[in-house]
């Protein structure tokens, strides 16, 4: 059985299996920016002795940072930006006075936080129909984007329903779990009303272990 070990490298920490090291599917050495995110990865396939799709989050992360970022961030960048119209915390409520309340009274203080950080306003509305966003929101967005490197990049793409939310994470103004909570406002008050649904329970507690793994990717990865 393979001994997984990391070596500290110019470019960074790379994860090997013996004397080798680990590569991607893109055939590129799995090497990371810090050692608290290499040892996390080093346990991740010592628990499991080889790649599981779905069982080793942060592995996942850097191979989609390595593979599919590094090369095109700017095409990236670009493809995230069509989400700031729908961030979900733009759109309020008009069936449910109770939850219009509690969108207002725990959302609003995450996008004016957002929105002193980025120096432009979030605009809000009622209901599903489009909304467009400021210029100046979306220059600020662009800007705080491309200054991210490829692995920030990667574990922010798992927010990207909600880049109000990832920014108020990555910035640790929230932690990933309250992120989530608030994410699901609409859904808990449906759930209220009408029921839970297993497949729909399922289905959420998998995108919360994303958005956990995510934003313990981008914990390790300012980590010393």
Known sequence: MAVFSIIHQDSGFAVTAGDAPLLTPGKKPLSVPTKALADAISAEWKAHGKYVPGKMPLTSLAYTAIDQIAQQKPLIVESLMVYIDTDALSYRATSSEKLATQQLEQWNPVLKWVGD???????????????????????????????????????????????????????????????????????????????????????????????LSAAEFLRLLAKD
């Not at 103004?173 to 399922?202: I, K, M, P, Y």
Request: aromatic residues 6%; proline residues 2%; charged residues 30%.
């Open 117 to 211: 950080l980025l120096g432009a306003k979030w605009e809000v509305t009622s209901g599903v129909m489009p909304i467009d966003q400021s210029p100046a929101l979306y220059k600020a967005m662009e800007k705080r984007l491309k200054a991210l490197d490829a692995m920030s990049l990667a574990a922010c793409c798992m927010f990207a329903s909600g880049f109000s939310l990832m920014l108020a994470t990555l910035e640790k103004h929230v932690d990933a779990a309250e992120a989530f909570r608030l994410s699901r406002l609409e859904e808990e008050s449906q759930a209220e009303t009408w029921g839970r649904d297993a497949e729909a329970d399922s289905r959420a507690a998998r995108l919360k272990e994303e958005i």
